[in-house]
């Protein structure tokens, strides 16, 4: 089942993203959605820290993907920039990935390729202006206790 969450300040997005660093399993997959500037990569900020990556994550629009070593190794994509299928095999992703986390911005356009246990990151901006996320489970994560991750 999926849960959401409001998070008025990046503070919130970035908190959100600590604690599911509390769930993860090596090899997980994470697909960050939501409109430009929402927050996407305060989320994966949020993850780094959790996992104890201690270099600044910073946009991976132009480098399209990176690694940083932390308790698991994060790998931080961000699929915009992508049109077509051979250039997001080209990047290897979840082979990039295998041992570590697989944090993806615009991920649900790549969903079909991706492993089919993977965690779907929503951001979006309600009518208030406030910004929340909602956690969509597939597969194992399923039967993980995302309401730990609200707070
Ligand atoms: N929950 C929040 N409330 C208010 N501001 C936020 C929140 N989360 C992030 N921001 C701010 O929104 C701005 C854009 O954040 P961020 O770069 O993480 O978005 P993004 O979705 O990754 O953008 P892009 O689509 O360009 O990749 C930043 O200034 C960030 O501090
Ligand atoms: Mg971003």
Redesign the pocket.
Known sequence: MSVEVL????A??MAVGRRLAGLIWAGDVVLID?E???????FVAGLAEGLGVEEPIT?P?FILMRTYPGLLPLTHA?VYRLDTLAEIEDLELTEASADGVLAV?WGTAIEQWMPADHLVVR?RLGDDEV?RIELVPYGNWATRPLQEVTG
């Open positions: 998070c008025p300040t990046s919130d997005t939501g430009l500037g929402v927050g996407k990569t305060t946009s629009t961000d911005e951001l910004r």
